[in-house]
């Protein structure tokens, strides 16, 4: 049985990630959409708010899972016997980032695959920051995410500012 991951942030899911999990869900045995706890950049989600906002994206996916994790992704592979490493590519930039990110993980473990997939025409302009900034403002975003995302971002802008807190909230088109 082949099991790969599709590792990311997911702040949040959106559906240029779901096409790509689908998509390679039909490639393989098992599509494990790795959370990841802790990146070095700004959240709007905590962890386990990204965790349920994605396994409600893929409820009824039978070969789809979804985990959270930390720590280097290649050692994730190997302590869940993943053999892949699923990636989205969406514009030109994007190959530069996942190109290095994919030798680094060849270099800590030969033995583990890396394949990118080349988004849905449909979704490559979406992004996470993207999708943030603009419900962050107002806007509609109900073509770039599932209906439960949507209202997630809402209700937290809406808390944040009720709160005073919106202030605090930096979201930018660069991701």
Same mark, same amino acid.
């Given at each position: 049985?082949?099991?790969?991951?599709?590792?990311?942030? =997911?702040?949040?899911?959106?559906?240029?990630?779901?096409?790509?999990?689908? %998509?390679?869900?039909?490639? *393989?045995?098992?599509?494990? +959409?790795?959370? &990841?706890? %802790?990146?070095?950049?700004?959240?709007?989600?905590?962890?386990?708010? #990204?965790? !349920?906002? $994605?396994?409600?994206?893929?409820?009824?996916?039978?070969?789809?899972?979804?985990?959270? *994790?930390?720590?280097?992704?290649?050692? &994730?592979?190997?302590?869940?016997?993943?053999?892949?490493? +699923?990636?989205?590519? %969406? +514009?030109?930039?994007? =190959?530069?980032?996942?190109? #290095?990110?994919?030798?680094?993980?060849? %270099?800590?473990?030969?033995?583990?695959?890396?394949?990118?997939?080349?988004?849905?025409?449909?979704?490559? =302009?979406?992004?996470?920051?993207?999708?943030?900034?603009? $419900?962050?403002?107002?806007?509609?975003?109900?073509?770039? +995410?599932?209906?439960?995302?949507?209202?997630?971002?809402?209700?937290?802008? #809406?808390? $944040? !500012?009720?709160?005073?807190?919106?202030?605090?909230?930096?979201?930018?088109? #660069?991701?």
């Amino acid at each position: 049985m082949k099991r790969v991951i599709f590792p990311g942030t =997911f702040d949040p899911i959106h559906n240029g990630h779901i096409d790509i999990a689908k %998509r390679a869900a039909r490639l *393989f045995d098992e599509m494990i +959409v790795a959370v &990841y706890d %802790r990146p070095l950049k700004n959240l709007l989600f905590s962890p386990l708010e #990204r965790l !349920e906002l $994605a396994k409600k994206a893929f409820s009824g996916q039978n070969n789809i899972k979804v985990t959270l *994790f930390h720590g280097l992704t290649v050692d &994730y592979c190997k302590e869940i016997g993943a053999e892949v490493i +699923v990636r989205g590519l %969406r +514009v030109f930039s994007d =190959f530069e980032l996942e190109f #290095r990110m994919a030798l680094a993980n060849h %270099r800590l473990a030969p033995d583990i695959e890396v394949i990118a997939l080349i988004t849905n025409e449909d979704h490559s =302009f979406i992004s996470g920051s993207s999708v943030k900034e603009i $419900a962050s403002l107002g806007g509609d975003v109900s073509s770039m +995410v599932p209906e439960h995302v949507a209202m997630a971002l809402y209700e937290h802008f #809406r808390e $944040a !500012e009720a709160n005073g807190s919106a202030e605090d909230i930096n979201v930018s088109l #660069r991701d």
